[in-house]
T-cell receptor
């Protein structure tokens, strides 16, 4: 089967840096995605890593190590608006739908 | 352009009733997905449509759940004889065929919050 593990909660202050880890177990691997979901809102795509290494998009970066079945989302210069849930996800074995982790709730305080 | 839309936004129903949830995907997206999100949980895959191919129904939790997609566009998720454990937010997403380009990016609608009393 496929499963993903990520911390349930992370807290940080404005301006800080936070890292949200994700470990996965999959039958076949296509890549690791990250989604952001504000309370009551729709999940929105943040990043996708198919190859090892770091991908940077503005204040957010995502890292993947396929040999360790591990990835992380790095959020820099935290702002209050970054308070949300963050989900890692991998395509299912068929490479069609996504399997999501249970999400990490990030709370940013001033 | 318009994003994924879903209706209704909220639905309260009595146990045992049938409900229909609607999803209108982004124009041009051939792939459509339904997910379920229970309070404080991740997203649970339900069903996947891609073009005219047979849908992947492997995530449907019971035979009370069914979905169809008419004309390769609008989709309806039907839950028959609703139970209290069906209470959740039902999310629809659409995309280009999975793996197109370099990502598996899906675009989500705002969801339908279903409450079964």
């Amino acid at each position: 089967g496929q499963s993903l593990e990520q911390p349930s909660e992370v807290t940080a202050v404005e301006g800080a840096i936070v890292q949200i880890n994700c470990t996965y177990q999959t039958s076949g691997f296509y890549g690791l995605s990250w989604y952001q979901q504000h309370d009551g809102g729709a999940p929105t795509f943040l990043s996708y890593n198919a190859l090892d290494g770091l991908e940077e998009t503005g204040r957010f970066s995502s890292f993947l190590s396929r040999s360790d079945s591990y990835g992380y989302l790095l959020l820099q210069e935290l702002q209050m608006k970054d308070s949300a849930s963050y989900f890692c996800a991998v395509p299912n074995q068929a490479g069609t739908a996504l399997i999501f982790g249970k999400g990490t709730t990030l709370s940013v305080s001033s | 352009g318009a994003g994924v839309s879903q209706s209704p936004s909220n639905k309260v129903t009595e146990k045992g009733k049938d409900v229909e949830l609607r999803c209108d995907p982004i124009s041009g997206h051939t792939a459509l997905y339904w997910y379920r999100q229970s309070l404080g949980q991740g997203l649970e895959f339900l069903i996947y449509f891609q073009g005219n191919s047979a849908p992947d129904k492997s995530g449907l939790p019971s035979d009370r759940f069914s979905a169809e997609r008419t004309g390769g566009s609008v989709s309806t998720l039907t839950i028959q004889r609703t139970q209290q454990e069906d209470s959740a937010v039902y999310l629809c997403a659409s995309s280009f065929p999975p793996g197109t380009g370099t990502s598996y990016e899906q675009y989500f609608g705002p969801g339908t919050r279903l409450t079964v009393t």
